[in-house]
């Protein structure tokens, strides 16, 4: 059969008559991964994959991504779940299917360059749980950043699957760095590197379909790998982009699911295997097949997370991406900065000044962690930089990258940023030039000695060292000996059913009238929801009384949507429509990356110790730690604590030399924007 001609086939005998594919595609599932990861914020619960895990085995699928990228982070600190229990799990159900992870390089699964022991005791994990494919990654395309995991990976004979970060400076393929020899170089390297596999990583939906052409057909000319296409939705591009890749002879594509598909996150099978059924590229899935796993994920799945999705917008796309070849998720997360910082005014200055500030770092590829680096950088310039100075406040992982913490970049980092974030740095001014872990010092007996017999395997173990504050947290809940807080519990269809029809009820004007009975006191395992309908908000609290869910109460809120910037709420608040909630309990909220508008109204903690100048928080985070000490003295400038926010460790200094009067905080608690984090008296 010639290239992509269509045999005649008759609706109700095509199975019979669909012809054996030359060349059939193979296809990568994102679902239980990326799927989730770009549209539920990353939230999928296992207990949630198990009801299609033997029905998506059953596909056909070359691979299934169930676990990495974010998944390690969500799950201990937001989901109450162990990590690799998932990979243990989802085995059992899914028997023929290959397991893929996506590895983020030296980074593992977190933020950082971890050490080199962590990173082989890592990948020995992940192999021993039961991971077959490692999707490896390096945010700068600094393949040193591999040295370390590949090894391993070849060692326990598994597929290591080398990524190349598509990114661009220009709209289209070409410009300074970003042209087809950069690709087809990195290519070459990755094969010479031993990979089984090479990945064109689009994470951000950048790559247009006649460049994925370009690419594809130059990549399957210098290499003898097979080639991998990884495209997001997000500027609407990426099926295209998979079919002009289709053409040029691309191996391997990725999908999800139709429910987890579009938007930020991929195109959906379905079309696919239409597009492609009876040519010599045909899938041969069974189309009935998937659509009887789509009826179960609606049906079971999706009303636990449809509240997670971003609906604020009609359209699907989102057309920043087009034109500002920048990640998607990395503008929302801006947004989202600028919102807390009650600076969204500002969103057009950090549109012009991000690229200055991409290339005065080198001009790095925007993926995680880097998109959050220049991100969060570019915002610290809008807000804090005068005409007179930039850089006026440089956050730890720009001196870091500066450093050549992360790598190398693709261009040489600005002398002069760098100069001065190198200035009073710890590890000293002199930038290295060495693969980045060597001058890192071996971390496992380190965490050993500080979480002791709290871990109890090496699982636990390599958890600890990844995340000290969350995983020590988490093994707390996992070993019994602190209660996890009701927010980290799932939810039940039943919840789901009965927290609609209350807002349905609300809506309707039926729930004004007093209550025939009086409301029983909240009981410890209510759980908070903030609920957007029609652009009004309303706050619901559901309470488990025996076995069925009882709505304790539902209130709406004072109109201050979260697209909308934060503003004080104007006048006099319109009165709640129904019984107002026996406290104003903060609500958990259900999306972590919104701001919380329950939260901002509050007053801020109160300085605890008289009088003094207090350092508050600059915007919503969680406490890593404290420098200081009650009583220590500090100078103007210096670091006090560590506040993760954005995924992002920020060192806060002091605002005044002079004695620490008070820490008001501890490790691993949750603050609001302008909590008084300390008092320096
Ligand atoms: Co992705």
Known sequence: MTDHNQVKMTAMNYEKERPEAENPLKVEDLTLRDGHQSLFATRGRTEDMIPVAEMMDEVGFWAMEIWGGATFDTMHRFLNEDPWERIRTLKRYIKKTPFS???????????????????????????????????????????????????????????????????????????????????????????????????????????APYDAYVIVKALKAAVKAPVHLHSHFTSGMSAMSQLKAVEAGVDIVDTCMSPYAYRTSHPAIEPLVMT????????????????????????????????????????????????????????????????????????????????????????????????????????????????????????????????????????????????????????????????????LEPELEKAKAEIGDLAVDMDDLVLYALYPVTGKRFLKWKYGKEEPPAEVRPITLEQVKARETLIKKALAGELVEKPA????????????????????????????????????????????????????????????RSTPPPAPAPAPAAKPSAPEPLKAAEPPKAAAA???????????????????????????????????????????????????????????????????LCVIG
């Open 101 to 207: 992870m996506l590895l983020r390089g030296q980074n593992l699964v977190g933020y950082r360059n971890y050490a080199d022991d962590v990173a082989k005791a890592f990948v020995e994990r992940a192999v021993e749980n039961g991971m077959d494919i490692f999707r490896t990654f390096d945010a700068l395309n600094d393949y040193r950043n591999f040295e370390t995991v590949v090894p391993v990976i070849k060692a326990s004979g598994k597929h290591f699957q080398g990524c190349i970060c598509y990114s661009l400076t220009e709209p289209r393929l070409g410009g300074e760095v970003y042209d087809l020899d950069y690709y087809v170089n990195k290519a070459r390297d990755l094969e010479s590197m031993g990979a089984d596999s090479i990945c064109v990583k689009d994470m951000a939906g950048l790559i």
């Open 276 to 439: 492609l059924l009876g040519t010599n590229r045909d899938t041969g899935f069974d189309i009935k097949h998937l659509a009887a796993i789509n009826e179960k994920l609606e049906k079971e799945v999706m009303p636990k997370y449809k509240h997670l999705l971003d609906d604020s917008k009609m359209s699907i796309i989102d057309i920043n991406v087009l034109l500002h070849q920048t990640p998607g998720g990395m503008l929302s997360n801006l947004v989202n900065q600028l919102k807390q910082m009650d600076a969204l005014d500002k969103i057009d200055d950090v549109y012009r000044e991000l690229p200055r500030v991409r290339k005065e770092l080198g001009q790095i590829p925007l993926v995680t962690p880097t998109s959050q680096i220049v991100g969060i950088q570019t915002v610290n310039n809008v807000l804090f930089d005068t005409p007179e100075e930039r850089y006026k406040m440089i956050t730890d992982q720009v001196k870091d990258l500066c450093y050549g913490l992360y790598g190398k970049t693709a261009v040489p980092i600005d002398p002069e940023v760098q100069k001065k974030a190198l200035k009073g740095y710890p590890r000293g001014e002199e930038p290295i030039t060495c693969r980045p872990a060597e001058v």
């Open 517 to 576: 009975k009086e409301a029983p006191p909240k009981s410890e395992n209510a759980r908070t929801f903030n609920v957007f309908i029609d652009g009004e908000y309303f706050e619901v609290g559901v309470d488990e009384v025996g076995e069925s869910p009882v709505i304790r109460y539902i209130q709406q809120m004072p109109a201050q949507m979260p697209t909308m910037p934060a503003m004080p709420p104007p006048g006099p608040v319109s009165p709640p």
């Open 610 to 676: 008289g009088e003094g100048t207090p350092l508050k928080a600059p915007m919503p985070g969680m406490i890593v730690n404290y420098k200081k000490q009650v009583g220590d003295s500090v100078t103007e400038g210096e670091t006090v604590v560590i506040l993760e926010a954005m995924k992002m460790e920020n060192a806060l200094p002091a605002p005044v030399s002079g004695t620490i009067k008070s820490l008001n905080f501890q490790s691993g608690d949750s603050v609001a924007k302008n909590d008084v």
